[in-house]
């Protein structure tokens, strides 16, 4: 079992109005909410506590890639993840991910990636993402060739990273005669890879095919969930195998405080920001981004969306997010966990407006009072070793 | 007075390509819109009273397949001059709505010699700047309606589209939705390079266009009527882009008049 802190990075500050005035927290939310004075604290602040998770014993520190949202202003999370390779010595670097069809040619992210893998000795997670829906819109992106584009992108990137350059790539959407890269991964025969996102049948037939780890949507209710991670373990078993319980992973927002009363005390007015203004226009499926069975899956899903969700006793009951005292939380986390069979919690422990003292104490408590009882009961933290026996890394 | 149809699949290419066939008379080729009217619906059969009606599914909408060998409108233009071939129709007058609007123009710069005549209705294919489209890729339904119809409320809207994901029309609406994206997504339901190619169509060509669209701004229809060399433009009051579900008495009359002339 491993725990990890992961970070929206989300923007905080907005006007008193936004729902009623603002469309949308992504692609079109104008950008003169913005405060970059502001920003400066922001994200060095919301950079101390993907250390600080270090500090305090996790295993490791998480984050995605943004364009054109305040859900998080983070379009370049490969910039972050250096400074967290040169600013901790022991923490897997999670980076879920890169949004391939965005990179132009793609073999940039097999050289980012490559660069944190190097300046941090070997901590990297490589994940590999389509790219939100709204980021279509975005970039003015055609998202009928997502699916091929990513795929086109993600073998390219493994083949850097495993075959010894230079070679051709002649494909539908690159031509590049000389694919040689500089640098190469420190992890051989490449960091691991996990494929995050939209939970299509496409995307878990993808990650079961190739025994990568898979990271289905947050922020649906609990039976949805396990829904989509039976779905990747039913496609593992397809392909001929058990899926590992490090392939799978859970996402979840996270709020401890001394007792049940003084967690929802705290929490639930940032929380609620999240909800109201930050999800706004997430779940958006542009044309051909799924195929139309899978998006009208989802469509049909879409009232058991957090976005969609208004009282504390729903937020409980559909374990959208866990929330109470320690005794509370690892009880829930514990029959959560053992529920979905993940090995891998991904914690979002800062939401909304969740300031930084609250959101210190907050992953204080959860390393202290419940981390250490989720190892005892759940198992300790795969070895790297065993973590790349289960997978395949090629 | 329903006209014998005839729905089957044709092969165009290596397309596998669903195609209705409907009425009597001299053949009309009609080329549907974004919103995937590939089911004989009601103004298929008033203008098949006076025509024989060939409504193929574009590759990609409805059970038409290929939808991955085309990329860009120019390959829908092509199908069409393939599937001309297939049909064995050497000139053939043609219907085309938004989209279709938009493939006929393509089709005819590529084939002028096998369109004797065009309707173009709200076409999609060109960008007035001073008049931008609407956003069609919405998944909004209700903001969908507004942008379509003059009348949000209109009982043809049902006829038109799905009104919620439990509709079990659902599937072949969000096929047809990948399929516009696929050509219209960027740039936005139109080709840039278009306008200079316009001169290319000899032939005598009628738009149609409703007043409120908008989708597509009348402005469109009155660029169109200018650069086209042989057009006429007619605008439809209190109408807005579904204009055969919103007025089909008048445009099959507009049809019929202007096919018969």
């Known amino acids: ?394 | 007075m329903n006209s014998v149809t005839e729905s089957k699949f044709i092969d165009v290419r290596g397309k596998r390509t669903q195609i209705t066939i409907g009425g009597a008379g001299p053949a009309l080729l009609y080329l549907h819109s974004a919103g995937g009217e590939v089911e004989w619906t009601r103004f298929h059969e008033m203008l098949a009273q006076y025509f024989t009606v060939y409504l193929p599914a574009h590759p990609g909408f409805g059970d038409s397949r290929g939808l991955e060998n085309i990329h860009s409108i120019t390959d829908y233009a092509w199908h069409y001059v393939d599937l001309l071939d297939v049909l064995g129709l050497e000139t053939v007058p043609i219907v085309g709505f938004s989209l279709g609007g938009w493939t006929g123009m393509e089709l005819a710069i590529l084939r002028p010699e096998r369109i004797s005549k065009m309707l173009l209705v709200n076409s999609a294919g060109i960008r007035i700047p001073e008049a931008p489209m609407g956003e069609l890729f919405s998944d909004d339904i209700e903001k969908l309606k507004s942008l379509l119809f003059y009348d949000p409320n209109s009982p043809v809207i049902e006829e038109a589209m799905p009104l919620s994901y439990e509709d079990n029309r659902i599937l072949m609406w969000l096929k047809a939705r990948e399929a516009t994206a696929r050509v219209g997504w960027n740039p936005y339901l139109h080709n840039p390079r278009l306008p200079d190619h316009l001169f290319r169509i000899p032939c005598p060509v009628r738009i149609l266009w409703g007043n409120d669209d908008h989708l597509l701004p009348v402005a469109t229809g009155k660029f169109l009527v200018d650069a086209l060399p042989n057009a006429t433009l007619e605008i439809f009051e209190k109408t807005g882009h579904m204009l055969p579900y919103e007025q089909a008495e008048r445009f099959v009359e507009e049809v019929r008049k202007f096919l018969s002339d």
């Open chain 1, 1 to 394: 079992m491993r725990f990890f802190t992961f970070h929206l990075m989300p923007y905080n500050k907005l006007p008193d109005d936004f729902e009623e005035n603002y469309g949308t927290a992504w692609a079109t939310v104008p950008n003169s909410l913005y405060d970059p004075v502001y920003g400066h604290e922001l994200y060095n602040r919301f950079l101390d506590e993907l250390i600080y998770a270090e500090e305090i014993g996790f295993d490791g520190v998480c984050i995605n890639e943004y364009h054109q949202s305040v859900y998080g202003h983070l379009p370049s999370p490969n910039l972050m993840g250096s400074i967290l390779a040169r600013q901790t010595k022991r923490v897997k670097i999670a980076i879920i991910g890169n949004a391939l069809p965005f990179y132009d040619p793609p073999t940039r992210v097999a050289e980012e990636f490559a660069m944190i893998d190097v300046i941090s000795g070997g901590r990297l997670i490589a994940g590999m993402h389509l790219g939100g829906g709204p980021e279509y819109d975005s970039f003015s992106m055609n998202p009928t060739f997502a699916r091929s584009k990513f795929q086109e992108a993600l073998d390219l990137t493994v083949r850097a990273w495993t075959e010894a350059g230079p070679f051709e790539h002649y494909g539908e959407h690159w031509k590049l005669r000389h694919v040689n890269p500089w640098p190469t991964p420190y992890q051989k025969p490449h960091p691991p890879i996990w494929i995050s996102g939209e939970d299509s049948k496409e995307t878990t037939a993808l990650a079961a095919r190739r025994r990568y780890s898979y990271l289905g949507s947050p922020y649906f209710h609990k039976s949805f969930l396990k829904k989509n991670l039976d779905m990747f373990r039913k496609a593992c078993k397809k392909n001929g195998y058990t899926a590992h319980e490090e392939q799978a992973g859970w996402l979840v927002p996270i709020y401890v405080a001394e007792t049940d009363e003084q967690a929802w005390a705290e929490y639930e007015k940032h929380l609620f920001y999240f909800i109201r203004k930050l999800l706004k226009g997430l779940m958006v499926f542009p044309p051909g981004y799924s195929s139309p069975k899978s998006i009208a899956r989802i469509g049909m899903a879409l009232k058991q969306f957090l976005a969609n969700i208004t009282t504390r006793e729903e937020i409980e009951e559909g374990g959208y997010a866990m929330v109470g005292s320690p005794e509370t939380v690892r009880e829930k986390m514990k029959d959560y966990v053992q529920d979905f069979g993940v090995g891998n919690v991904l914690g979002l422990f800062q939401i909304g407006t969740l300031p930084a003292d609250l959101t210190n104490k907050n992953m204080t408590l959860f390393a202290e009072q419940v981390l250490p009882y989720l190892r005892k009961e759940l198992g300790e933290p795969a070895t790297d070793e065993e973590i790349s026996n289960a997978l395949a890394t090629s």
